[in-house]
């Protein structure tokens, strides 16, 4: 029996890593066979591999997303077109605060922005620390708070630029883009990079969710 | 802290309890998205005089925004219905990983959805109420009343929707983290 030898392999769950688990482990219960259960044993170093790679892709969404709201934000917030021409009764300048929906949208996208430049500092101990679940579980559910927040602010000004774009003749409504064609063109680039920050952001919940 | 054995593959019975309350939220979003959507496709206000050239009728297809309120509500009830199936599912065997990812995952995109399609709907509504002078738009509920207060009725039961998709993903979240 000389020379022989048996490897023993130690599976750490987080618990163990936390110095919570229990001192003696049971067979699952009613276990009265004598045949061994088969234990699937995945070394902890590639899970937390899987979930660092994730993590760092995390830290670079939340990165675009920062660009993508602030663009939207400033799109909008320095539209102001004035026509060249004027009369004593008609309004000849556009500008975001003469629609509320594009004012909601402004703050928003802005709150977006801040939001996620600040949860940067939470993604990149994320990275550092890939098994906690805590801090994923927070990020996650402010991810999809934000979801909400920007679809709702994309949602109603591309509403009224599809009017502004082509008006309504049932309620007589005007298209307005066809004099305003500078201001027009703004608040549509501002809408795209809105909902491109709402893709971005639900990228990051789906994220969050493969590294559970 | 417990100090039980360690017992492999055993659900921990929080997740249980997320399942079974997942199940019952799910139906108070369907009832509040399929109401928001039949609310509003069944718009149809005439109003008592009318003359050779100017309409006087107001449906919900008069607007592209509230088509694609209805087209979204609807899209996003059925969906949930169909995902009761997965719920079910998972009050059986909590501890599916992959299956409680797909549902998360469809979940935020029709979170999403439901969102821009209510969005889309409230910004009209808002212009509807107030009309815009900076822009000649002039407040159409002054003479569409019930219309008007149908279409904002309907309104609530998809954000009630939003509100409850919010918290399904959060409890998928939840129990994921608790594996």
Known sequence: MEGETSAVNIVETPKERKGKAPLLAAPPGGSSSSKAVPVVVKPAATKGGYRRGLAVFDVVLRIAGVATALGAAIAMGSTDQTLPFFTQFFQFKASYDDLPAFTFFLIANAITASYLVLTIPISIVCILRPNATKPRVILMFFDTVMVALTTSAAGGAASIVYLAHNGNSDANWPAICQQFNDFCQKISGAVVASFLSVVILMALVVLSAFSL | ?179
Do not use: E
């Open chain 2, 1 to 179: 802290m417990k100090a039980g054995p360690l017992q492999l593959g055993v659900v921990p019975p929080a997740n249980r309890a997320i399942a079974i309350l997942d199940f019952f939220l799910r139906p108070i979003a369907i009832v509040g998205t399929l109401a928001s959507a039949i609310a509003m496709a069944t718009t149809n206000q005439t109003l008592p005089f009318f003359s050779q050239f100017i309409r006087f009728r107001a449906k919900f297809n008069d607007l592209p925004s509230f088509t694609f309120f209805v087209v979204a509500s609807s899209i996003v009830s059925a969906y949930l219905i169909l995902s009761l199936g997965f719920s079910i599912l998972h009050i059986a065997k909590s501890n599916l990983v992959n299956s409680r990812v797909l549902l998360l995952l469809l979940d935020t995109a029709a979170m999403g959805l439901l969102m821009a399609g209510s969005a889309a709907a409230t910004a009209i509504v808002q212009l509807a109420h107030k009309g815009n002078n900076k822009v000649n738009w002039f407040a159409i509920c002054q003479q569409y009343n019930s219309f008007c207060k149908r279409v904002s009725g309907s309104l609530i039961g998809s954000y009630a929707g939003v509100v409850v998709l919010i918290l399904l993903i959060l409890l998928s979240g939840v129990a994921l983290s608790r594996r």
